[in-house]
């Protein structure tokens, strides 16, 4: 999948952030407004979380097409639903299942990106990443809101880069 492509669907989260800021901005004292916030952040981690997985579900139908038209057909029936299971060992499983070379290639580049944004940033993008999917999943099965939009919004601006990493891992030689 080109850059470009994945970078469509993540800019969906970014303007999406500008509309929810815009139409209840963060310094409104109001309660309603606040309560309005907390309820708008948990329904961002779930588009945030959506839009990852549809992003790994193009990345893999991308790479299966680029082969073989039946392999592509193979994929898509297999991955249709990937029902959140996208966790980076999932990720890990999923370039295992493709070729075992791809899985060493995205773990090797993803220890240096962490590693690397981790002693520039003090941030860990896998745990990042992790943390979007673990907020859709309290707020989907028990309602917790337990992020702002602020938080979210951080986070996920470095999560996105597991996904740029997932990609180019079966994208460039």
Same mark, same amino acid.
């Given at each position: 999948?080109?850059?470009?492509?994945?970078?469509?669907?993540?800019?969906?989260?970014?303007?999406?952030?500008?509309?929810?800021?815009?139409?209840?901005?963060?310094?409104?004292?109001?309660?309603?407004?606040?309560?309005?916030?907390?309820?708008?952040?948990?329904?961002?981690?779930?588009?945030?979380?959506?839009?990852? $997985? /549809?992003?790994?579900?193009? &990345? #893999?139908?991308?790479?299966?097409?680029?082969? @073989? +038209?039946?392999?592509?057909?193979?994929?898509?029936?297999?991955?249709?639903?990937?029902?959140?299971?996208?966790?980076?060992?999932?990720?890990?499983?999923?370039?295992?299942?493709?070729?075992?070379?791809?899985?060493?290639?995205?773990?090797?580049?993803?220890?240096?990106?962490?590693?690397?944004?981790?002693?520039?940033?003090?941030?860990?993008? $896998? /745990?990042?990443?992790?943390? &979007? #999917?673990?907020?859709?999943?309290?707020?989907? @099965? +028990?309602?917790?809101?337990?992020?702002?939009?602020?938080?979210?919004?951080?986070?996920?601006?470095?999560?996105?880069?597991?996904?740029?990493?997932?990609?180019?891992?079966?994208?460039?030689?």
């Amino acid at each position: 999948m080109a850059r470009t492509d994945l970078d469509i669907h993540l800019s969906k989260i970014d303007a999406l952030i500008k509309e929810i800021n815009d139409i209840a901005p963060a310094d409104s004292a109001s309660y309603k407004v606040v309560q309005f916030r907390s309820d708008l952040a948990c329904l961002l981690v779930v588009a945030m979380a959506a839009t990852y $997985e /549809s992003c790994v579900k193009n &990345i #893999l139908f991308d790479h299966a097409n680029n082969h @073989h +038209a039946a392999f592509g057909s193979f994929a898509s029936r297999n991955f249709e639903k990937l029902n959140s299971r996208i966790r980076i060992s999932d990720l890990m499983k999923y370039c295992e299942l493709y070729d075992p070379s791809i899985k060493v290639k995205f773990k090797n580049i993803l220890s240096k990106k962490k590693s690397s944004i981790l002693n520039r940033i003090g941030k860990n993008i $896998e /745990s990042s990443y992790e943390q &979007i #999917l673990d907020w859709r999943h309290d707020f989907a @099965h +028990a309602g917790i809101r337990n992020t702002t939009i602020e938080e979210a919004a951080s986070t996920h601006a470095l999560a996105k880069r597991v996904l740029y990493l997932f990609d180019k891992s079966f994208t460039n030689p």
